[in-house]
C-alpha cells in the first residue's frame, strides 16, 4: 500500500488557441478524468518495492516470533493472546502484499483509472481497503476486551474462554468484515477511484449520495467505536495491574502471571497507540468529505479535502508495517534489558552523584580543619 506514496501527480492544463479578434471565453475548470488512460512514461518502482518488501519482512519476522512463543504457551492463558496477535500480522500482511501489489502496479504503469466508470480492479482494492481496515481495529478491540476479562476476572476468563471459541471468534470477525466491504455491491455506498487515481475506496467527493455518505457513516463508526473500546479495556487492564503491584507481594507464580500480563498490556497499548495514529485520521478526513460534499458545501476546498485523504491513507498505510514491531520490541525479554540498561544507568547517575557530593563534603571538611589549625 506505501506504492501509492510515492505518486505525484500534476493537473492537466488546456490551452485555447485565441484569434486575432475573438473574444476570450473563460473555460469551465476540467477534472484531470480526461487523459486517465494516456500513455505516460513508468515511474521507478524501487522505492515503493523496497517499502512494500520491509512490511514483508517485518510481518513474516512477527509472525515466527508469535509462532514460537504460541507453541510455548499452548496451555496457558496467554494462548489466547498470541492466537489474536498472530492472526492479527497475518492479516496485516495480506492486507499489506494484495492491496499494495495492485497499487504498486499501476505506479509503475503510471495508470490514471476514471472516477466515473470504476473498473473491477477498482471494486476488488476498494474493498480491500475497507475489509483489511476494519480487520485490524476489530481484532484489537476483542485482543483488549479479552485481556481485560482475563486481569480483572480470571476464574471466569478460564471458564469461557477457550481456544475454540477464540477460533470462532476471530471467524466472526473476518465475516464481519467481509460483510461491511460487500455492501457497495448490494447498492449501498460505492467504491471508486481517488486522487491521484491510482487507488480505490469510499465514494466520499466526486457526486457522494445518500448511500454513499451512509456507509462512510458505517465504516468510519465501527472504526470508532472499535479504538474507543480498546482504549477502556486497556484502560481498566492497566489500572488493575498497577492496583495490583502496588500490593503486597504474593508468591512467585501470581508473580509470573502477572508479568505476563504486564507484557501483553503492554503490547495491547501499543497497537492500540499505532492504530489511532495510523487510521484515524482516514476515518474523520473521510467523514468530513463525505459530509460536505453531500452537503454541497465542498466547492473550492476541493483539492484541500484531496490532500487531506492523500494524507490519512498514507497514515492507514503504515499500519501494516509499525504493528509487527509491537511485537518484536515489547516482548517480555526486550522489555527487561530494556529496565536493566535503564536501571544500570540511573545507578551510575546516582553512585556519581553521590561520590561528587562526598568529594565535595571532604573538601569542605579539610578546610574547616585548616582553619582551626591556624
Known amino acids: 500500500m506505501l506504492a501509492m506514496q510515492r505518486y505525484n501527480s500534476s493537473g492537466i492544463t488546456a490551452s485555447v488557441p485565441l484569434c486575432n479578434h475573438t473574444p476570450t471565453v473563460q473555460e469551465p475548470e476540467v477534472e484531470p478524468v480526461v487523459a486517465h488512460n494516456a500513455t505516460r512514461t513508468p515511474n521507478d518502482p524501487t522505492a515503493a518495492g523496497l517499502t512494500m518488501t520491509l512490511g514483508i519482512l517485518f510481518n513474516v519476522v512477527a509472525l515466527i516470533i508469535l509462532a514460537k512463543a504460541y507453541n510455548r504457551f499452548r496451555r496457558r492463558s496467554k494462548a489466547t493472546f498470541l492466537l489474536f496477535a498472530s492472526s492479527l500480522v497475518a492479516t496485516d500482511l495480506a ?63 478460564a471458564r469461557l474462554v477457550t481456544t475454540a471459541r477464540t477460533k470462532m471468534a476471530l471467524a466472526l470477525i473476518w465475516l464481519l468484515a467481509l460483510c461491511v466491504a460487500l455492501l457497495p ?160 544507568r540511573a545507578s551510575f547517575r546516582g553512585n556519581t552523584f553521590r561520590s561528587v557530593r562526598w568529594d565535595v563534603s571532604s573538601f569542605q571538611n579539610s578546610e574547616k580543619n585548616s582553619v582551626t589549625k591556624i
Open 185 to 344: 455491491f448490494f447498492s449501498l455506498g460505492a467504491y471508486t477511484y481517488q486522487y491521484p487515481w491510482t487507488w480505490c475506496f469510499i465514494r466520499v467527493m466526486e457526486d457522494t449520495g445518500a448511500t454513499d455518505l451512509a456507509f462512510v457513516m458505517l465504516f468510519s463508526g465501527l472504526a470508532l467505536s472499535s479504538l474507543a473500546s480498546a482504549f477502556v479495556c486497556n484502560t481498566i487492564s492497566g489500572i488493575t495491574l498497577v492496583r495490583a503491584r502496588l500490593k503486597t507481594r504474593s508468591c512467585s507464580q501470581r508473580r509470573s502471571a502477572r508479568s505476563h500480563d504486564t507484557e501483553m498490556v503492554v503490547q495491547l497499548v501499543g497497537i492500540m497507540v499505532t492504530s489511532c495514529i495510523c487510521w484515524s485520521p482516514l476515518l474523520v478526513f473521510g467523514l468530513m468529505s463525505a459530509t460536505r460534499s453531500y452537503s454541497g458545501f465542498l466547492g473550492s476546498d476541493r483539492d484541500s479535502y484531496r490532500a487531506l485523504m492523500m494524507m490519512g491513507v498514507r497514515m492507514a498505510t503504515c499500519n501494516q508495517i509499525l504493528d509487527p514491531w509491537v511485537y518484536i520490541l515489547l516482548r517480555r525479554a526486550v522489555l527487561r534489558k530494556i529496565y536493566r540498561i535503564t536501571k544500570r
Open 95 to 157: 492486507g499489506h502484499v494484495i492491496p499494495g501489489a495492485l497499487v504498486l502496479r499501476r505506479y509503475v504503469s503510471s495508470f490514471r483509472g476514471d472516477p466515473d466508470n470504476p473498473d473491477a480492479s477498482c471494486l476488488f482494492l476498494g474493498g480491500c481497503m475497507v475489509f483489511f481496515g476494519l480487520c485490524p481495529l476489530f481484532l484489537g478491540c476483542a485482543m483488549a476486551a479479552e485481556r481485560c476479562l482475563g486481569v480483572t476476572r480470571p476464574l471466569l476468563h
